[in-house]
């Protein structure tokens, strides 16, 4: 069964860089079968998908996000991580980091609060 | 651009049916996928490819496809099934690859 923990700072000030990394246990991510991605919920709304990375290091992003946003695999710590530059109040939000089997998201992780805010 | 359709809210009584709508065009090419999301939880994926469980979740849950709209049906709605369920496509047309509805609020009386 694998597992993800999202992990990174819970407030980012505005125009600066949100980091965060998503460690995955029980299961590799060089694993051909499948990408991995990063989700959003801001508050008292919907799931916004953000982008995704497959094994190989081919990424998609949502065109939306795709100025600010960089999705990138750390094979030797078997995690991955997101970098969303010159945030503001509108990206706050809970993060959540997840493995998609073809075309679904079958494992999620907890998912973090990130607030913007000076 | 592609979008997905659901209506923001259903209220039912425990013990009771709960039917939760996702419209979109050209349902027939895709799959659709619906998933629980709890407060404070990782969300959960329901139903898979329009009307296939994944182990582990109740057969309570079902889904179905018609073309045009696709359907969530909760049975014998327990109040832990109080939750957002969103339905998801992959849209390969298009830019925005992964696509979700923008959820609908099930509320157990």
């Known amino acids: 069964q694998v597992r993800l923990q999202e992990s990174g700072p819970g407030l980012v000030k505005p125009s600066e860089t949100l980091s965060l990394t998503c460690i995955v246990a029980?299961?590799?991510?060089?694993?051909?079968?499948?990408?991995w991605g990063w989700i959003r919920q801001p508050p008292g709304k919907g799931l916004e998908w953000i982008g995704s990375?497959?094994?190989?290091?081919?990424?998609h992003y949502n065109p939306s996000l795709k100025s600010r946003v960089t999705v990138s695999l750390d094979t030797s710590k078997n995690q991955f991580s997101l970098k969303v530059n010159s945030v503001t109040a509108t990206d706050t939000a809970i993060y959540y980091c997840a493995r998609m089997t073809v075309d679904y998201w079958g494992d999620w992780g907890q998912g973090t609060q990130v607030t913007v805010s000076s | 651009s592609y979008t997905l359709t659901q209506s923001p809210s259903v209220s039912v009584a425990p013990g009771q049916t709960a039917t939760i709508t996702c419209g979109g065009d050209d349902f027939e090419d895709k799959n659709v996928h619906w998933y629980q999301v709890r407060p404070g939880r990782a969300p959960v994926l329901v139903v898979y490819d329009d009307d296939d469980r994944p182990s582990g979740i109740p057969e309570r849950f079902s889904g179905s496809n018609s073309g045009k709209m696709a359907t969530l049906t909760i049975t014998r709605v327990e109040a832990g099934d109080e939750a957002d369920y969103f339905c998801q496509v992959w849209d390969a047309r298009g830019d925005l690859h992964v696509l979700f509805g923008g959820g609908t609020k099930l509320t157990v009386l």
């Open positions: 029980g299961g590799s991510i060089s694993s051909a079968s499948y990408y």
């Open positions: 990375v497959y094994f190989s290091g081919t990424t």
